[in-house]
């Protein structure tokens, strides 16, 4: 089992920045992508981010050049540097893990951009 704790969400203005973290714990060397997704109101849940273990990350073409995955393997952490928010980045957001036993999620944190 892997548990997620996401944080660091709020009210900002548009052009603000804010960095979400996700801390995991249990079992976490099962873990072999680490991601973010957000979901607005009335709105599916979409992919933002991910890292691999490897490393490598990918991106939603919505936020490329705006938002950075990242990882931080002693604090067992993965954040998501959110930079030039837009009214549209409103949303919750989820950290979201996968490995080989099963799909992991946290419970989302508010994230909300005003205009």
């Known amino acids: 089992q892997v548990q997620l704790v996401e944080s660091g969400g709020g009210l900002v203005q548009t052009g603000g920045s804010l960095r979400l973290s996700c801390a995991a714990s249990g079992n976490i060397f099962s873990i072999s992508y680490w991601g973010w997704y957000r979901q607005a109101p009335g709105k599916q849940r979409e992919f933002v981010a991910a890292?691999?273990?490897?490393?490598?990350?990918n991106y939603a073409d919505s936020v490329k050049g705006r938002f950075t995955i990242s990882r931080d393997n002693a604090k067992n952490t993965v954040y998501l540097q959110m930079n030039s928010l837009k009214p549209e980045d409103t949303g919750v957001y989820y950290c979201?893990?996968?490995?080989?036993?099963?799909?992991?999620w946290g419970q989302g944190t508010q994230v909300t951009v005003s205009s």
């Open positions: 890292v691999s273990s490897a490393g490598s990350t």
């Open positions: 979201h893990a996968y490995s080989t036993a099963g799909t992991y």
